[in-house]
């Protein structure tokens, strides 16, 4: 039977941990008091037979003396609060000796009061946050609603459109006072979405940390707005539309769309009608697009009251459990009384988030899944995949092929003599070798990303969260497992049979095929439009390649800018990535003129570029967010990602002039580079090195119980750092080519950067927890306007 304990730290909400009821505190209290009264009842070797015949018949006694004397025992005194905020707070006084030290007892009931306090404080203040996200989609809906149904009384009139062809819209009055593009651009700036997330990925996909804000409605004012700039009017209410500008076709719509409105804006007051307004068509798409938003809106809502649910039935079990084991090792019968408390107290008694939970369901089922509920529930409830035995049968079977069928190729590579230092077989390096090298980075990568998984999951760390991961793109580390294993079997037997058939003498032109083909293979399953092979996975990976790639024009979110941390350890497997794609689509396997993309001037420029890359593409990152968060503290990360490329650009003047001062000035750049990239993981992205914490150097909160691994892991990934500035110098071992030494040393910057990867998102972790932060609070399409707007 599993323990209570394991159990309520399995099931709380990661992020409201600090809120939840603080059970091993309370246990260690309880501790003391049953040392302390066993020590007594060892000094007390007999008990008279009077005593012992009273206490029978006091607990047979029908007139219930027991809980007579029990209701003396301790009072609970109920007080409001002295900060004057209308909560109850709630104190015990012991009207008798309970345990055999009262100042334990005293302690223990200490504890238990402020307990009862904090949680009932939590959940007050959390209850009212939803209380004010629900009002606020009540009026969401109701102007959705007037929307839609004046879209659908244009269609029953037949009315048709001639402006718009591609869809419907309806015609609303504006007002001819508006906002200048200045102050339209800084209202964009408020508030950003997921919006493309959630059409590529479900709802599920609306799970990324943001601002905790509530927003607030003025229950007198009906004028509601968004930071699109406009205000319209339609059947009696002044509306705003605001589409996030989350990619670049929005981005550059919505700039054009404000400079033209600007100049037309200009002799507007021309064209106002009497009552100072003019004309705005509002099209079906956007109007669509709301409708998305709200619907995205409503599932976090819903999250949050359910997560709501689980804090009240946890930490009632959790005061339960405690006076059970309390009533054991005192004696007394404490829990009727105190429970009587805690059931009537606020966070037990109120049902505000209960019947809020039930009217999402109501608003949903009707106007979100065509009164079907359990299609609504799919979305409001999404299940996850159950694991299965067989992933973890079949991840052996491929871990036991895999081993088999490496040792089988370095056997033969070692007999051959494939990787020796000037070896006749030089084409095998320059070919095949960069096949294998690119593959055995890439999936060591993903390894050390189920390594992750599982670490973050025993250490509760809401990784799904922080990633905007929805169920269904959501890998387990047991999947990604899988996946390292069966393509790794894959690659080294395909790669074992090449080696053979060039061993036995086979044509070359027909045998360099093969690693050209394997690399397509991969590509087509990557891209496959088939539900195989993890389809909702790989398109989500898709995705954040391409914002990665056109990274100032979309929106960064967490995910984004850490899968280009990624990348930015992987610049070895892209260039070898760049070679094999230059090798393969000139044509250069079939002349066995490997040589060929190495004297081409275009493509030597192009390899230095991709070094470059994958610190443009984090930089480029860094100044969008600077952009829309306004902190300086991305352009000081930016630098960080400059310096780095400036050791590169130093680095690539040294491979083409191997002078003494471009060796000094490489030395000097990587060094600040490296400096500037150590302070940043340390403080910033792992959190450590405070001072004044109560970890010394560290930071107060640690997910991990020994102090010792993270002084172990800043002194390890300062060693890695170093050994990844060994590339600079082209260091290599005897008699081994320089390729397999480049292949080590990239192999440890992977390395590094999973081990950084935990201590980076434990750190993302904590600051959510900090804030509280367990769902996210969704921008809508209608916005509150004052009059002075």
């Known amino acids: ?38 020590k007594v009842e060892k000094k007390q070797t007999e008990t008279s037979f009077i005593k012992t015949i009273k206490s029978s018949l006091g607990k047979l006694s029908i007139f219930g003396n027991k809980e007579r004397e029990s209701s003396r025992a301790i009072k609970v005194h109920t007080k409001l609060a002295s900060s004057g905020s209308n909560s109850d707070v709630y104190e015990t006084e012991l009207l008798e000796k309970i345990a055999d030290d009262t100042d334990a007892a005293k302690e223990f009931f200490v504890c238990l009061d402020t307990q009862l306090n904090k949680v009932n404080q939590f959940y007050k203040t959390k209850e009212k946050e939803f209380l004010e996200r629900g009002e606020c989609m009540k009026k969401q809906m109701e102007i959705l609603i007037e ?7 244009k269609q029953a009139n037949g009315e048709s459109t001639q402006e718009s062809k591609e869809d419907d819209s309806i015609s609303c009055t504006i007002s001819c006072e508006e906002d200048s593009v200045r102050s339209r651009t800084d209202q964009m700036q408020l508030q ?13 996909a609306l799970e990324t940390p943001r601002s905790e804000e509530s927003i607030k409605i003025n229950s007198e004012d009906s004028k509601l707005r968004t930071v699109s700039g406009r205000v319209f009017n339609c059947q009696g209410k002044n509306l705003k539309i605001k589409i996030p500008l989350t ?54 809502l819903y999250k949050g009251l359910n997560y709501l649910k689980t804090y009240r039935s946890l930490n009632m079990l959790a005061f339960m459990n405690i006076l059970k084991k309390f009533d054991k090792v005192t004696g007394k019968q404490i829990l009727p009384i105190y429970l009587k408390v805690v059931e009537s107290s606020y966070f037990n008694s109120s049902d505000k988030v209960i019947n809020l939970s039930d009217e999402v ?36 079977l491929f871990t036991g092929c895999f081993v088999a069928l490496l040792a089988g190729y370095i056997i033969v590579a070692h007999l051959t003599g494939m990787y020796r230092k000037h070896s006749e077989n030089t084409f095998y390096m320059e070919t095949a070798y960069p096949v294998v090298s690119m593959f055995g980075l890439l999936f060591l990568h993903l390894f050390l990303y189920g390594c992750n998984i599982f670490m973050w999951r025993k250490a509760r760390i809401n990784y799904s969260f922080i990633f905007e ?39 070359l032109r027909q045998v360099q095929v093969i690693p050209g083909l394997l690399l397509l293979v991969f590509f087509l399953i990557l891209i496959c439009p088939l539900n195989i092979f993890y389809k909702s996975s790989r398109y989500r990976l898709i995705t954040v390649i391409r914002n990665i790639v056109f990274s100032p024009l979309y929106k960064v979110v967490m995910l984004d800018f850490f899968m280009a941390d990624q990348l930015c350890s992987q610049v070895p497997m892209l260039r ?22 190495m004297r081409v001037k275009y493509y030597r420029d192009l390899a230095y570029a991709v070094s ?84 010394p150097w560290l930071r107060n909160q640690l997910m991990l119980r020994q102090k010792y691994i993270y002084y172990f892991s800043m002194v390890l990934n300062l060693v890695l750092r170093l050994a990844w500035l060994q590339t600079v110098l082209h260091s290599s071992f005897e008699h081994v080519d320089y390729r397999v030494t480049g292949l080590f040393l990239a192999a440890l910057e992977v390395i590094r950067r999973g081990h950084w990867n935990f201590y980076r998102l434990e750190n993302e972790h904590l600051n959510n927890a900090g804030k509280f932060r367990a769902v996210k609070t969704v921008p809508l399409p209608f916005r509150e306007v004052d009059e002075e707007d």
């Open 247 to 300: 990619n670049p076709s929005r981005t550059f719509s919505a700039i054009s769309y404000l400079i033209k409105e600007d100049l037309i804006n200009q002799s507007s007051s021309k064209k106002c009608g009497p009552d100072g307004v003019n004309k705005l068509r509002i099209s079906k798409k956007k109007l669509s697009h709301a409708e998305k938003m709200i619907k995205g809106a409503l599932t976090e």
């Open 1 to 38: 039977m599993v323990k209570f304990t394991k159990q309520f730290e399995g099931q709380l909400v990661p992020e409201w941990k600090d809120a939840f009821v603080d059970y091993s505190q309370l246990k260690k209290d309880l501790k003391k008091i049953h040392l302390l009264t066993n």
């Open 612 to 695: 470059f890359l994958p610190y443009y593409w984090r930089a480029m990152q860094c100044a969008r967010r600077w952009f829309d968060e306004g902190e300086t503290s991305h352009l000081v990360n930016l630098g960080k990602y400059v310096s780095a490329m400036l050791a590169a650009g130093t680095k690539v003047a040294y491979e083409k002039e191997r002078s003494t001062g471009w060796l000094c000035l490489v030395v000097a750049m990587s060094s600040i580079a490296t400096v500037y990239q150590l302070y940043w993981d340390f403080v910033k992205d792992w959190g450590l090195l405070q001072h004044n914490s109560n970890n």
């Open 192 to 204: 950003e979405s997921c919006l493309d997330d959630l059409e590529n990925n479900g709802v599920g």
């Open 361 to 396: 369901e109501e608003w949903f089922i009707k106007h979100f899944a065509g009164e079907n509920r359990r299609k609504a529930m799919k979305y409001l409830k999404p299940h996850h995949r159950k694991e299965s035995h067989s992933v973890t049968f079949f991840i052996g």
């Open 576 to 597: 070898n990535l760049e070679y094999i794609a230059c090798y393969y689509i000139t044509g250069s396997y079939a002349t066995q003129d490997y040589g060929y993309c």
């Open 147 to 153: 929307l839609k149904d004046a879209f659908k009384q």
């Open 469 to 507: 991961l929805g169920s269904k793109n959501e890998l387990k580390f047991r999947d990604v497992f899988l996946i390292c294993t069966a393509s790794m079997s894959v690659i080294v037997g395909v790669m074992f049979v090449h080696l053979l058939l060039l061993a036995k003498g086979y044509s």
